[in-house]
């Protein structure tokens, strides 16, 4: 049981460039999110799925796209790559079971992203 | 929107010390709160998970308190270790678990 994988672990893009992220979760979770980690400002939601085929917006989407065509992957990309996105990147997923309660966010182990 | 507040941001204590880690929230409307360890360049270790209708959760060394209608949980730490040394975040679950993180507590124990 891998719990939640991600790659790759690290990256350095050039100012144009574009890239994918790939998260991959085992744990038949039915929620999963890509958020980064800027130093001094924690952690914030890029992108978030509630499900198979379904991407939402969070709080920093711009830049970003995101795709979950199957449940275990949710896949980061940035299309045309800035210094402002140099950052580590982190998915998340976590699932509910009772009615009305949500359980852990299970993180992965980051993707430190550099674009110069 | 919700913010996500921690203070202090850094702490440094001697071993076997009891200490307290503090968390507010603006919005009182939250699903769950989740508490994480992070060592540096690592990923996120969840510590332990309080639902909104829950006071208190308990793991170990570790006790943590949520107070909804104050916007507050705490994290106390029992007689602190030196391998307790790491950055611990507070996230707040709100609609579909999206989680709002505070900016984290730096805590150093000193041998």
């Known amino acids: 049981n891998a719990g939640v994988t991600q790659t790759p672990k690290f990256r350095v893009l050039k100012t144009g460039q574009s890239m994918t992220l790939l998260c991959a979760q085992d744990?038949?979770?039915?929620?999963m999110y890509w958020y980064r980690q800027d130093p001094g400002m924690g952690l914030r939601l890029i992108h978030y799925?509630?499900?198979?085929?379904?991407?939402a917006k969070g709080e920093v989407p711009d830049g970003y796209n995101v795709s979950r065509l199957k449940k275990q992957n949710f896949l980061l990309g940035l299309e045309s790559a800035a210094p402002s996105q140099t950052s580590v990147y982190f998915c998340?997923?976590?699932?509910?079971?009772?009615?009305?309660?949500?359980?852990?966010?299970?993180f992965g182990p980051g993707t430190r992203l550099t674009v110069t | 929107k919700q913010e996500v507040t921690q203070i202090p941001a850094a702490l440094s204590v001697p071993e076997g010390e009891n200490l307290v880690l503090n968390c507010s929230f603006t919005?009182?409307?939250?699903?769950?709160l989740q508490w994480f360890r992070q060592d540096p360049g690592k990923g996120l270790t969840s510590l332990l998970l309080?639902?909104?209708?829950?006071r208190e959760q308990t793991s170990g060394r570790l006790n943590a308190s949520l107070d909804k209608s104050s916007g507050r949980s705490t994290l106390y730490i029992a007689a602190s270790q030196p391998g307790d040394s790491a950055t611990y975040l507070c996230?707040?679950?709100?609609?579909?678990?999206?989680?709002?993180f505070g900016s984290g507590t730096k805590l150093n124990v000193k041998p």
């Open positions: 309080i639902q909104s209708s829950q």
């Open positions: 799925s509630v499900g198979e085929g379904t991407t």
């Open positions: 744990m038949n979770h039915e929620y």
């Open positions: 919005d009182s409307a939250i699903y769950n």
């Open positions: 996230a707040v679950g709100g609609f579909f678990n999206k989680f709002y």
């Open positions: 998340a997923s976590s699932f509910t079971r009772t009615a009305g309660l949500l359980y852990e966010q299970y």
